[in-house]
């Protein structure tokens, strides 16, 4: 027993969110010290978790008694538990990073959004998803269209965005279509009767 408790005190307590670092680190310290027994192995998980992970534990397996119950069903406890938050806040994370892509519609933007928020467990979806979608936007002069307007609900920035996108396309569309200003032909017309002739008679006269 002496040396299995030697040099326990090095396993830190983590905190509950890092559950699956604290099964890691138990499983190393318990290899380390020869711990080799389930008992024992629960034991020190128990002792050393940390206050927020015991109560934790104590309260998802209730009303069985930690003592009674496997190290490996602790630990799963714990992580089923834990892991739809860790999930939640990185998909969360993901969601308010999110721009419009080069090419990509208003509309298809949109229900990337909503894909990405189905997981995010958002207390009013509707207004976090209009937020997003404004700030997201790559068209400026959607931004401020939507934003001068007094109420905006997702429904009326939709439409005003799929508005603006068609307005810009049909602008470039007419810009790469329109002929050159005829100021620009004059001007074209004027260098090249401006230019000396090269003829061979020239030539012999100078």
Known sequence: DNGESKGIGALPAIRARHVGRLRRTLEFFAEAQGITDASKR???????????????????????????????????????????????????????????????????????????????????????????????????????????????????ALKEATATENYEREELDASRKAPKPQIEVAHAMDELEATPSQSPVRGVES
Not at 63 to 75: C, G, R, V
Not at 111 to 120: G, I, M, N, T
Not at 126 to 142: N, P, V
């Open 42 to 156: 629960r034991a020190t998980f128990l002792s050393y978790c940390g206050p927020e992970t015991f109560k934790l534990a104590k309260a998802l397996l209730a009303p069985a008694k930690l003592s009674e119950t496997s190290l490996k069903d602790i630990l799963a406890g714990l992580t089923s538990h834990l892991a739809p938050t860790e999930t939640k806040m990185a998909r969360r994370m993901e969601f308010h990073k999110r721009q419009q892509h080069a090419g990509e519609s208003v509309s298809a933007f949109l229900a990337e959004l909503r894909k990405l928020a189905q997981h995010c467990d958002f207390q009013n979806l509707e207004e976090t998803l209009l937020d997003r979608f404004i700030g997201g936007l790559s068209s400026k002069k959607a931004r401020r269209r939507i934003v001068a307007k007094e109420e905006v609900t997702l429904a009326s």
